[in-house]
């Protein structure tokens, strides 16, 4: 039985890699921070997987909980929004980090398979040339300090000289929650999402082909069925929430400077590990059937009020009331 290290366990692809892990049998041990909702949330597990809370940045910690394991899934980084807000904490954690367990597998334990995930962010903007393929140019929007990291990061594992596999995750799709961040993506961007039971089934599947794997990179993303714009997909969710798009301000959207796109080759993981399960219309149902009819009834009823205090929190539309030339820049066309 494969001994699997998993990092992040209580994040949304985290927790669903997991429930997998443990599903398949495998020997799992998990890190994860020892905040308040982590424990709660992994504290079912225990029995069924060995929990360590702690810092991936604890050198003695990832040495001792990497030196019996056959793989290594690291999903543990600090994401956006705070990945922006805080770019000093994020190479910290998404590279330091990352460096810790590359130099554990080199030092005590060679025969480790690392399993990274990346990004779609480390593409840039493509809003002017949606399809994306491994092999094109890396190059991170302007202030997205999380694909910065991500792109030291891959060259960091690249060079190393351990057996590894980097997927470059593209927006991976849970029960999706409103954040000031939805406005910094303009509406025409094209989108491939993916589930997080797919992106967790891949993972996964992966411990089994690591021999193929081993130094390539692929663009994880669902597949042509899992293809949208973005405008569609907030029209879709409003609608599964029970909001009123029209209060939604166009003009509380970004223009440029973000990323996302359409995979030209998310068919090549999946030739390998089989996992695209899920489509945009499998995605919106599960969303619906998750959402109860309580909260869509008062949504109808607080349209209105609930739309106007999120567009009060939309980035670029502050930057254009308060004339911030460089925000305005950094959005706008």
């Not at 495998?26 to 992994?42: A, S």
């Not at 980097?166 to 303009?186: A, E, N």
């Not at 589930?195 to 081993?214: F, M, P, R, Y």
Request: charged fraction near 25%; glycine fraction near 4%; proline fraction near 3%.
């Amino acid at each position: 039985m494969l001994k699997v290290l998993l990092t992040g366990a209580a994040g949304s692809i985290g927790h669903e890699t997991l429930k997998v892990l443990i599903e398949k049998n495998y020997e799992v041990t998990v890190i994860d921070l020892p905040t308040k909702k982590n424990k709660k949330l992994l504290k079912k597990y225990m029995g069924q997987a060995k929990i360590l809370f702690g810092s991936i940045n604890d050198e003695e910690l990832i040495t001792k909980a990497i030196k019996n394991q056959d793989a290594v899934i690291h999903l543990a980084a600090i994401i956006p929004p705070l990945a922006d807000k805080n770019p000093d904490l994020t190479r910290k954690v998404n590279y330091f980090g990352t460096l810790n367990i590359v130099k554990a597998i080199k030092k005590y334990n060679k025969k480790c398979f690392l399993i990274y995930t990346s990004s779609v962010s480390v593409y840039g903007d493509r809003i002017d040339n949606p399809w994306i393929k491994v092999g094109d140019k890396l190059k991170a929007s302007y202030s997205d300090y999380y694909a910065y990291t991500k792109i030291e990061t891959e060259k960091l594992i690249a060079s190393s000289h351990i057996n590894y596999t980097i997927f470059r995750l593209t927006g991976i799709m849970g029960h999706p929650k409103t954040d000031p961040l939805m406005f910094h993506m303009p509406l025409n961007t094209k989108m491939e999402i993916a589930s997080t039971q797919d992106t967790a089934l891949a993972l996964v599947n992966a411990l089994e082909h690591t021999k193929k794997l081993n130094h390539h990179i692929y663009n994880l993303g669902g597949g042509k069925n899992c293809r949208t714009t973005y405008r569609d997909f907030i029209t879709n969710m409003f609608k599964i929430y029970g909001l009123n798009i029209k209060f939604l301000k166009e003009s509380a959207f970004a223009e440029k400077n973000f990323h996302c796109g359409y995979f030209l080759d998310s068919h090549k993981l999946n030739d390998i590990l089989n996992f695209q399960h899920d489509s945009l219309d499998s995605y919106y149902a599960r969303v619906k059937s998750q959402t109860k009819g309580l909260v869509r009834n008062i949504s109808k009823i607080l349209s209105r009020p609930i739309i106007y205090s999120l567009n009060k929190k939309s980035e670029p539309l502050q930057a254009k009331k308060k004339n911030d030339k460089n925000l305005i820049s950094r959005f706008f066309k």
